[in-house]
C-alpha cells in the first residue's frame, strides 16, 4: 500500500501548478471593467431623464442611436462571436414589425406587441435556419439575403398586411405626441441596454467560448467537444429574436412601415458598417462604430448621394488604416479592454504576461 501523504505534502511547492507559483494571477475582470460598468450605469441614469431635460428633436435622434447600437451588437454577436456573416437579419425586423402592427390591431398595446414580436421572430428562425444550417461562409451570407428578399415579395403581395404601399400605426397616433416619444425613448433604451448586456453576459459564459471555437477552426472545436451545430442554432435563434423587437421599435418610432422599407439590405449594409469600423468581434467595437455611423448619418444625411460618399469614404480609410477596426486596432497595440469577455494573466514574472480578451 502506498504511502499516504500528509496535507503539508500535498501543499507542498513542488506540487503547486507552475503558474501559482510563480505568482501568476489569471483575472476576468480589471479596474478599467468596474469603471467601464459604473460609467455605463451613469450614463443609463442620465440619459434616461433626457426626455425631461431636452426636447423631442433630440430624443428622437437618440432613439436612433439606440437601435443602431442594438442592431451592431446583435449582428457582431452573429458574425463576431459565432462566425455566420449574415445579409438577411432585416428578414426578422420586417416579422418584428409587423407582429407589432398585427398585435396593435387587435387591440394590444404596441409596447407590450414587442415581447410578441420577438417570440414570433425565434418561431421563424426555427424553420429558416433549419434550411440555412448546412451553408457556411458566403454562401450562408447570400442565402439569408434571398429568405429576406422572399419575405419582402410575399409580404409586397398580402393586402391584409397593406401590400406594396404598407401599414400604419393607428393606436398610437391618438396618443400625445410627447407621451408617446418619451414612452418610445424609453423603450429604445431598455432595449439596447438588454441587447449589449445580454450579448455581453452571453459571450462570457461557455456559449461565448464555444462560438468563437466554431468561429475559428469548427472542425477542430467539434473534436474537443464543442456542440458546434447547437452553438450555431443558439446563435442564430438569440440574433433573431434581438432583431424582432429592434424591428417592433422601428416600427413604434415611426408609426408607419412598408416592405420596401423594412425588408431593405441596406440594414444589412448598415450593420456591417458599423462592426467592421469599431472592430468585429469585440464588446466595444460595435457600440463605437454605431456612434460614429449617427454621427456621419446626421452630419451628411440633408447632402443626399454626399451622405453615401462621406459613409464609403469613412470605410475605406478605416479598413487601410485599421483592418481589425478601430478599436480592435487599439487592442491589438495596447492591450486594452474595456469589457473582457476571456481571461487575462497578470504576474510579476518575466514569462507572465496578457491575454487580451481570448
Not at 425631461?52 to 439606440?66: D, E
Not at 463576431?80 to 407589432?100: D, K
Not at 431593405?264 to 448598415?270: I, M, T
Request: hydrophobic share 55%; with cysteine; charged share 10%.
Amino acid at each position: 500500500m502506498a504511502p499516504r501523504r500528509s496535507r503539508a505534502a500535498l501543499a507542498s511547492p513542488a506540487l503547486t501548478p507552475p503558474a501559482a507559483a510563480a505568482g501568476v494571477a489569471v483575472s476576468r475582470w480589471s479596474l478599467a471593467a468596474t469603471v467601464t460598468v459604473t460609467l455605463s450605469g451613469i450614463a443609463l441614469a442620465v440619459l434616461a431623464a433626457a426626455p425631461y431635460l431636452a426636447g423631442t428633436g433630440i430624443t428622437q435622434a437618440l432613439v436612433t442611436l439606440f437601435l443602431l447600437v442594438s442592431m451592431a451588437a446583435l449582428w457582431n454577436l452573429l458574425a463576431g462571436y459565432a462566425g455566420m456573416i449574415s445579409f438577411g437579419q432585416q428578414a426578422y425586423l420586417g416579422i418584428g414589425a409587423y407582429v407589432v402592427y398585427l398585435v396593435g390591431k387587435a387591440g394590444v398595446s404596441p409596447f407590450a406587441g414587442i415581447a410578441v414580436g420577438a417570440v414570433a421572430c425565434a418561431i421563424a428562425a426555427v424553420p429558416i435556419f433549419a434550411l440555412l444550417r448546412p451553408l457556411t461562409g458566403g454562401y450562408f451570407a447570400v442565402a439569408t439575403w434571398v429568405v429576406a428578399e422572399c419575405l419582402f415579395l410575399y409580404v409586397t403581395n398580402q393586402l391584409w398586411l397593406g401590400g406594396g404601399t404598407g401599414v400604419g400605426l393607428q393606436q398610437l397616433s391618438a396618443m400625445s405626441p410627447v407621451i408617446r416619444q418619451a414612452y418610445t425613448y424609453w423603450t429604445a433604451l431598455v432595449l439596447m441596454a438588454v441587447a449589449v448586456a445580454g450579448v455581453y453576459l452571453l459571450v462570457r459564459s461557455r456559449f461565448g467560448l464555444d462560438s468563437r471555437a466554431t468561429r475559428d477552426e469548427p472542425a477542430a472545436a467539434a473534436a474537443m467537444g464543442v456542440e458546434v451545430q447547437r452553438t450555431r442554432w443558439l446563435a442564430y435563434l438569440l440574433a433573431a429574436v434581438g432583431f424582432g423587437a429592434v424591428g417592433g421599435m422601428l416600427l413604434i418610432n415611426t408609426l408607419y412601415i412598408d416592405p420596401a422599407s423594412v425588408f431593405n439590405v441596406n440594414y444589412s449594409a448598415d450593420m456591417l458598417f458599423m462592426v467592421v469600423i469599431g472592430g468585429l468581434g469585440t464588446m466595444e467595437g460595435p457600440i463605437i462604430g454605431a456612434v460614429i455611423f449617427f454621427l456621419v448619418q446626421q452630419e451628411f444625411a440633408r447632402y443626399g448621394a454626399w451622405y453615401l460618399v462621406a459613409i464609403g469614404a469613412v470605410a475605406v480609410g478605416v479598413v487601410l488604416a485599421a483592418p481589425g477596426g478601430l478599436w480592435g486596432e487599439i487592442a491589438t497595440r495596447r492591450g486594452w479592454s474595456l469589457l473582457p469577455v476571456g481571461y487575462q494573466v497578470r504576474g510579476a514574472g518575466p514569462a507572465a504576461g496578457g491575454d487580451p480578451d481570448d
